[in-house]
């Protein structure tokens, strides 16, 4: 595609349950980043792949936190049983090994 | 991990002024980008610049890497320049804080 696809752009979603956030980087991207960005506040890194390996996690904030990325393309960030501080919107980007590009992302809202 | 640090955090112009932006890190880089989020959220790469000086129309940057730091440049600023610029650095893009730009008409 044209750019990085991410969906839902909304979701509302009822305590404990469990939601997949899916992001759709641009053909040929090696790598994949998962960002949560609070109102008013800078991107903060979850996780990053390179292809299908997940190089580095560690900013995932507790193992309620899930990602994938199966075939090197498409990921999936699954959040279970989520709370409401889990509220924010989720960015996805894909990049070269030098310039990256952000989807428009997705809006959790826990409530 | 490596720390960014951007400054200002608030800025606020009248169109037309220039501005600079400035991001400092704690270690040395191997990629470093320059980002515009735009008020309805959207994030545009603006510069990729782990060293040296770039130019595209009204904005420039420069990283002086030995020094630890990156500059941002705007110049004879309009409306649609406001939003937040935020710097990524190295391969897993961990980000400052941003400087929140507004400019009045």
């Known amino acids: 595609g044209a750019g990085v696809s991410q969906s839902p752009r909304y979701k509302v979603a009822k305590r404990g349950q469990d939601v997949a956030l899916r992001c759709d980087p641009i053909?040929?991207?090696?790598?994949l980043f998962w960002y949560q960005q609070a109102l008013g506040q800078g991107p903060e890194f979850l996780t990053y792949?390179?292809?299908?390996?997940?190089?580095?996690k560690s900013g995932l904030p507790s193992d309620r936190f899930f990602a994938e990325r199966p075939e090197g393309s498409v990921s999936t960030l699954k959040i279970q049983r989520t709370q409401q501080e889990d509220s924010a919107v989720y960015l996805c980007?894909?990049?070269?090994?030098?310039?990256?590009?952000f989807g428009q992302g997705t809006r959790l809202t826990v409530v | 991990g490596i720390q960014v640090e951007q400054s200002p955090p608030d800025l606020i112009l009248q169109e037309g002024a220039n501005s600079t932006l400035r991001c400092n890190f704690s270690d040395s880089v191997n990629n470093l980008q320059w980002f515009h989020q735009n008020p309805w959220g959207q994030l545009i790469n603006l510069f990729y610049?782990?060293?040296g000086t770039k130019q595209n129309g009204r904005l420039s940057a420069t990283t002086v890497a030995t020094e630890r730091y990156s500059l941002l440049y705007i110049s004879s600023s309009q409306t649609t320049d406001s939003g937040v610029y935020f710097c990524?650095?190295?391969?897993?893009?961990?980000f400052g804080a941003g400087t929140r730009l507004t400019v009045k008409p």
């Open positions: 610049i782990p060293s």
């Open positions: 990524a650095v190295d391969g897993d893009m961990r």
């Open positions: 053909s040929g991207h090696v790598s």
């Open positions: 980007a894909s990049s070269t090994y030098t310039e990256a590009f």
């Open positions: 792949f390179q292809n299908e390996a997940q190089l580095d």
